[in-house]
T-cell receptor
């Protein structure tokens, strides 16, 4: 079993839709959670960073962490064609001094005009 | 925030040739540094990480090696490339403070071994 599971998609939605992207994990020691956006042939770009359970909002993006269920989500409101990219979740354990980030496989999102 | 410089952006190398990819970091000191490889349509596989100068940890057995000669310089190398070494290589940097442990990535090097 992988430490982090993420549906690869692709996920195709119309412009303006609400998008929900999700990851599950098995390591209860994970405490830092991140979402990255990666355009084709580019390096990943940090979107959201959360430490602890709950919600964090930044513009059209909301990150949600449920540690009891080992489940994290990224919601995109009013999706735009420019949001079309691969979204990667990542997480690490506070007690791990190497601060290794473990990534999901990424979900490819396509927002249709 | 940190800036990660990687070069070259693309590279085509014959099987059996050596490899040297360089990564330098600006905007932080004493970062943790990482090399990841991303196969087409797949997630990021951690190859090496370094918590300080001269300190390298390998995550998977492979044909590659890494070195950290300076605080903000991380090098990925191979003596003889294999076809299976093709992929998208990403360098990442992470501040080692208690908070703000986001990782920042370079723009990557696309390596094709022919």
């Amino acid at each position: 079993q992988k430490e982090v599971e993420q549906d690869p998609g692709p996920l195709s939605v119309p412009e303006g839709a609400i998008v929900s992207l999700n990851c599950t994990y098995s390591n209860s020691a994970f405490q830092y959670f991140m979402w990255y956006r990666q355009y084709s042939r580019k390096g990943p770009e940090l979107l959201m960073y959360t430490y602890s359970s709950g919600n964090k909002e930044d513009g059209r993006f909301t990150a949600q962490v449920d540690k009891s269920s080992k489940y994290i989500s990224l919601f995109i409101r009013d999706s735009q064609p420019s949001d079309s990219a691969t979204y990667l979740c990542a997480m690490s354990a506070r007690k791990d001094s190497s601060y290794k980030l473990i990534f999901g496989s990424g979900t490819r999102l396509l927002v249709r005009p | 925030s940190q800036t990660i410089h990687q070069w070259p952006a693309t590279l085509v190398q014959p099987v059996g040739s050596p490899l040297s990819l360089e990564c330098t970091v600006e905007g932080t000191s004493n970062p943790n540094l990482y090399w990841y490889r991303q196969a087409a349509g797949r997630g990021l596989q951690l190859l090496f990480y370094s918590v300080g100068i001269g300190q390298i940890s390998s995550e998977v057995p492979q044909n590659l090696s890494a070195s950290r000669p300076q605080d903000r310089q991380f090098i990925l190398s191979s003596k003889k490339l294999l076809l299976s070494d093709s992929g998208f290589y990403l360098c990442a940097s992470r501040h080692t403070g208690y908070q703000n442990t986001e990782a920042f990535f370079g723009q990557g090097t696309r390596l094709t071994v022919v």
